[in-house]
């Protein structure tokens, strides 16, 4: 039983895992939900053990040629998920910078639509708890602003190259995702 390490480690490190890629993300964008995380860590650590594991078991065996085969592919396969994890952690890390500079530009963007809305277009301030954004490029948003009317909304370019978040109004009043219910 000394080699029994894979099966256990498996089930706890994709736990892990799935926490690591729900609360500290590795890479750009939403991170998923912790069903998302496990299910992503699930897979990733699977793929370790049904591609990579054999090879690292055969490594493993060159240089200890006593350990049976079985026992050879459980340690070459518990260190790969212990690695991934690793790596999960270093990464999510390493990415914690990068998030908190997302989070700080997307308050930009809601800070300087709020503050014009409720400085040039008062009657618009009801919608900005349904405020829909989308990236068009670095540092450039479209915020649109649900009215009363679903299909006209207050839709602003918000630029946030410049130290602060410049405001210009867009004279479309349709949004980027079709709005098919108030």
């Known amino acids: 039983m000394r080699g029994a390490w894979l099966w256990p480690a498996f089930f706890a490190l994709t736990a892990v895992d799935g926490v690591l ?7 750009e964008g939403t991170p998923p939900g912790l069903a998302g995380g496990v299910l992503m860590a699930g897979f990733a650590n699977l ?78 301030e009801d919608g900005l708890d349904g405020v829909d954004v989308r990236v068009y490029a670095p540092d450039v948003y479209r915020a649109c602003v649900p009215g009363p ?3 006209r909304w207050l839709c602003l370019w918000v630029d946030t190259d410049r130290g602060g978040a410049r405001v210009t109004p867009d004279d479309s009043m349709v949004p980027d995702r079709t709005a098919t219910s108030p």
């Open 21 to 27: 890629i729900t609360e500290l993300p590795p890479y």
């Open 149 to 151: 009317d679903p299909r």
């Open 47 to 124: 793929f370790l053990l049904a591609v990579v594991a054999p090879f690292a078991g055969r490594a493993l065996r060159r240089r200890r040629p006593d350990l049976p085969r079985p026992i050879a592919y459980d340690y070459g396969g518990t260190a790969l998920i212990l690695a991934l994890a690793v790596v999960i952690l270093v990464a999510g890390i390493a990415h914690r910078p990068a998030a908190a500079d997302e989070r700080d530009e997307a308050a930009a963007v809601f800070t300087a639509v709020r503050a014009y809305v409720v400085a040039h277009e008062p009657e618009w």
